[in-house]
């Protein structure tokens, strides 16, 4: 298994409260991504990281913000929580560009995460 | 239209049978194209590729049709520990950054 790590695996929180979940990777991969999973819904990518302070928006970017200080740390801040934010996260690795053939996705074991 | 579907089941399946998922995307000029398999409460992980000339992993073959834009997947012989949900994942190639996933298929295998 890769060497992903992520904390919490589980949180409960009040909305309004800022909540910071972290991904530490051990493989030493460029890249590394935050990914949201709902019920109804395909993964969906709220940031990415190509390199130390390089991050950019996925498509679900909106009331969260990432950081990346160190190659193997990357964290995505809930700056105030809502009940919409409820839901199972995942830090996803990946040595290249995602998808580029003999490059693979790696995913950490998720974060489950409560607003109430 | 979504960019990639799937068939959500479930599928129930006995052992030993053959089970065949489909899975469609709508941006033609998709590059890569996979399939992961997720347990419940668990992260996805990379089942194979799929490769144009089709390819085979054990009692998992493949398919892509670029024509049609749709990928498959078949297991034969299915096992109890093949149940679990199939997502269908498509890079859409230079330019842009991400994959997308299709909401996956759930497969149960009954004894």
């Known amino acids: 298994d890769a060497g992903i790590t992520q904390s919490p695996r589980h949180k409960v929180t009040e909305t309004g409260t800022p909540v910071t979940l972290r991904c530490h990777q051990t493989?030493?991969?460029?890249?590394m991504y935050w990914y949201r999973q709902d019920p109804g819904h395909g993964l969906r990518l709220i940031h990415y990281?190509?390199?130390?302070?390089?991050?950019d928006k996925g498509e679900v970017s909106d009331g969260y913000s990432v950081s990346r200080s160190k190659t193997e740390d990357f964290l995505l801040t809930l700056e105030s929580a809502t009940s919409s934010q409820t839901s199972v996260y995942f830090c996803?690795?990946?040595?290249?560009?995602?998808?580029?053939?003999?490059?693979?996705?790696?995913f950490g074991e998720g974060s489950w995460l409560t607003v109430v | 239209r979504k960019e990639v579907e799937q068939d959500p089941g479930p599928f129930n399946v006995p052992e030993g049978a053959t089970v065949a998922f489909n899975c469609t995307y709508s941006?033609?000029?998709?590059?890569?194209f996979f399939w992961y398999r997720q347990d419940c409460r668990k992260e996805p992980k990379l089942l194979m590729s799929?490769?144009?000339s089709g390819n085979e992993d054990g009692r998992f073959t493949a398919q892509l049709n670029r024509a049609s834009q749709y990928i498959s997947l078949l297991i034969r012989d299915s096992k109890l520990s093949d149940s679990a949900t199939y997502l269908c994942?498509?890079?859409?190639?230079?330019?842009?950054?991400?994959?997308?996933f299709g909401k996956g298929t759930k497969l149960s295998v009954i004894p």
């Open positions: 493989e030493n991969h460029r890249y």
């Open positions: 994942v498509v890079y859409s190639g230079a330019g842009s950054y991400q994959l997308t």
């Open positions: 990281s190509y390199g130390v302070k390089d991050t």
């Open positions: 799929v490769y144009s």
């Open positions: 996803a690795i990946s040595e290249s560009r995602k998808g580029v053939s003999g490059n693979t996705i790696y």
């Open positions: 941006n033609s000029a998709s590059q890569s």
